[in-house]
């Protein structure tokens, strides 16, 4: 049994993938499986937080003792994520947020027109849910953790992201076979504001969720 050093905690995760509908039977969404979220929130969990999941699609059962909070697209998890962190410690973003959506929704189903090319699907950005909650903390001393997968200048792009996030961790992980997208292991390393970097090697979703703990533990104090 895990250390009880969440005690009196408060933490919010948010997991899976956002899907923005077309029309009622179509959607644009990600490959998240939610694995990596629920993996946060079952171990800060053990590790006796409160924790708030916001679960975006992911198909997996409700972890126990945890609050899950079900959304579909990324206004949802905004307005979700916004409610839960009011009184958080911690907010940790591993959900896979859809960054447009379809300008329209099409209330019937979209249907091919014989002869015709299809019309071209106009997107609107949504809103940056990471980016919004950094810049603006519900709480003196909140500690924002955002996740990027990338796929090319991983460090690189991971160091810009955390600038531009303006959170105080980014969970850099490599999108590749066997690791971060839908599997049980994963491989990252945690970029810190503080110019920190802190590598977690190929193991369980469980054991990167760990690390995060820990470093966010260290910057609550
Ligand atoms: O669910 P699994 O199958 O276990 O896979 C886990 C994962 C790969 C989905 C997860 O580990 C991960 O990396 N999640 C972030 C995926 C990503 O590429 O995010 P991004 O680069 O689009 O966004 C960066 C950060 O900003 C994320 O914390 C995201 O939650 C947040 N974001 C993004 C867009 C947006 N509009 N609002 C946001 O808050």
Redesign the pocket.
């Not at 948010?14 to 993938?17: D, Q």
């Not at 973003?93 to 960054?99: E, H, K, L, S, T």
């Not at 949504?126 to 980016?131: E, F, G, H, M």
């Given at each position: 049994t895990a250390e009880p050093d969440l005690r009196g905690r408060h933490v919010v995760v948010?997991?899976?993938?956002t899907r923005e509908p077309l029309d009622p039977v179509r959607f644009l969404g990600n490959?998240?499986?939610?694995?990596?979220?629920y993996a946060l929130a079952r171990t800060a969990a053990a590790r006796g937080a409160r924790v708030t999941l916001l679960a975006a699609n992911a198909g997996l059962p409700d972890p126990a003792g945890v609050d899950v909070v079900h959304v579909g697209t990324?206004v949802q998890l905004r307005e979700a994520v916004l409610k839960a962190a009011a009184d958080a410690d911690a907010v940790v973003?591993?959900?896979?947020?859809?960054?447009f959506r379809p300008a329209v929704y099409a209330t019937g189903k979209i249907k091919k027109k014989d002869g015709h090319e299809p019309d071209p699907v106009a997107l609107v950005r949504?809103?940056?849910?990471?980016?919004e909650i950094s810049a603006d903390r519900a709480r003196p001393g909140q500690v924002v953790v955002?996740?990027?997968?990338e796929t090319d200048d991983v460090l690189a792009n991971g160091r810009a992201?955390l600038a531009r996030?303006g959170c105080d961790l980014l969970?850099v992980?490599e999108v590749g076979e066997r690791k971060?997208?839908?599997?049980e292991q994963?491989e990252a390393v945690v970029l810190g504001a503080d110019g920190s970097e802190t590598p977690v090697p190929y193991g369980p979703?469980e054991a990167l969720a760990d690390t995060v703990w820990d470093l966010v533990l260290r910057r609550l104090g």
């Open positions: 948010s997991a899976g993938g490959r998240s499986s939610g694995k990596q979220g990324a973003m591993a959900a896979a947020v859809a960054d949504n809103p940056d849910i990471l980016a955002g996740f990027a997968a992201k996030k969970v992980n971060t997208f839908g599997s994963n979703k």
